[in-house]
Each structure stands twice: as structure tokens, then as C-alpha cells.
């Protein structure tokens, strides 16, 4: 310890450690080293000598039971009235039904075809959901894929007859123009009443062609009474 420590300031002096070049990667706790025994004949156990009062292992004595007898027949049994659970459970009100005692199994199925199937059914009716259903009614109705083949296919044909439509051309040639009418054309004098020839392929307005026809009415009015005039 050095001269200047103080061990209740201080704490309790340890010795700094120095390497040890022998315990390069470690050397753990030291044990001394084994070495082989010759003598040495495995863990000992004390010997065993022999019991000339030894019987084997201990087993109850038996004694007769002249109650005893040995049944043949055991499944053959008095009629059942009633029957008894034992139960451990914390819901309440719990009730059991469809109950059958037999050692026929034909007899056990029809009772369960005829109680517990229907039953069964009516409750996983509604607990099952939609995708179940559907899959179920699938597998039992395998036509249902050729129906589905057939509406993808019907889509597909109406989005590419949508996305490609049929030429512009053909619409345009498709078209069929109206025929020109009578009432349409100008006089060549209204015409020139109205500063030049009316194109037909720019007719005129609705309003424009209503009044032209009122002024030939009006006009065909004056002539029917000037001519009786005369």
C-alpha cells in the first residue's frame, strides 16, 4: 500500500493488475492441472451383499372378494333416465340437448342427421361470411367459372371497342347531309337586297330565314290582289 493512502478517505487499496504475457487471450480462474490416475475405478458406491430375507417389491396383500364377478357383456346396460355433467364454467343458463345413448352407429347417425345437422346449418348460416358463402356456392356450382370467363371477356372486348372507336373517316363519310329545301335559298334579289349572294354552304340564320319567308308572303299577298284588281 503506498505511504500517502488513506484507507477511510481512500477505500481499500488494491493492487493494480499487469499483464501477463502467458495469459495472452486469457487464462479464467486458476485450477491446478489433472493428471490420469491408474488406480481409479469410477465413482464409488458402497457393495451390495445378498438378503436371504428379500421377497421382491412390495405389493398389498389380496384377499377374496366374494362380491366379485366378471361381466361378458359390459356394453349391455339397464335403461339410462337421466344423465349428469360436471362442469366448470362461467357463463350461466348453459343448456344441452340432442343427447343419445347407443352402441349402434347407424342409429347414432340418423339421430344426428335428423337433430344436430339441421341445427348446425341454421347456425353456421349466419356466423359464416360473405367470401366463405361465395366459395362454397363455387365449389358446388363449377359453371359459376364459365360465367365469370365470359363477363371478363364481354369487358375487355367493350374497354378495347371504347379505347379504340372506330375511325374518324368512316364517321365523317357515315354522315349524311340534309337536303336543301326551297324555303332555304334566297332570291337572287333579296340577295342583292342584303348585299350579296348567300353561300349554301353558309346558310343563314333562323331568324334571318323567318323573315324572308314573311316578306314572300307578303309579297305573294300583293300580287293575288293586284291581279284582281285589274
Avoid at 344436430?116 to 356456392?137: C, G, I, M, R, W
Avoid at 332570291?187 to 324572308?212: F, I, N, V
Amino acid at each position: 500500500m503506498p505511504e500517502d493512502w488513506d484507507a477511510d478517505m481512500d477505500g481499500e487499496w488494491e493492487a493494480p493488475l499487469i499483464d501477463n504475457p502467458a495469459c495472452s487471450v486469457g487464462c479464467g480462474e486458476w485450477k491446478p492441472p489433472l493428471i490420469p490416475n491408474p488406480s481409479f475405478k469410477g465413482k464409488w458406491r458402497p457393495p451390495l451383499i445378498t438378503n436371504p430375507n428379500y421377497k421382491g417389491r412390495w405389493a398389498p396383500r389380496k384377499i377374496p372378494n366374494p362380491d366379485y364377478f366378471y361381466d361378458d357383456q359390459p356394453f349391455k346396460m339397464t335403461p339410462i333416465h337421466a344423465i349428469g355433467f360436471e362442469l366448470w364454467s362461467m357463463s350461466p343458463n348453459l343448456l344441452f340437448d340432442n343427447l343419445i345413448i347407443t352402441d349402434d352407429p347407424a342409429t347414432a347417425e340418423q339421430f344426428a342427421a335428423q337433430t344436430f345437422t339441421p341445427k348446425l346449418s341454421a347456425l353456421t348460416k349466419y356466423e359464416e361470411s360473405f367470401l366463405d358463402a361465395a366459395v362454397q356456392f363455387v365449389a358446388a356450382n363449377p359453371w359459376v367459372w364459365a360465367v365469370v370467363v365470359l363477363l371478363i371477356l364481354v369487358v375487355i372486348v367493350i374497354y378495347i371497342y371504347v379505347r379504340a372507336g372506330p375511325d374518324e373517316d368512316v364517321e365523317e363519310a357515315l354522315k349524311k347531309a340534309d337536303a336543301m329545301t326551297p324555303d332555304d335559298l334566297l332570291d337572287e334579289e333579296e340577295q342583292e337586297a342584303r348585299g350579296g349572294k348567300a353561300s349554301l354552304e353558309e346558310p343563314a340564320d333562323d331568324e334571318e330565314q323567318s323573315t324572308l319567308r314573311k316578306r314572300k308572303k307578303d309579297d305573294g299577298s300583293g300580287d293575288a290582289s293586284k291581279k284582281k284588281d285589274e
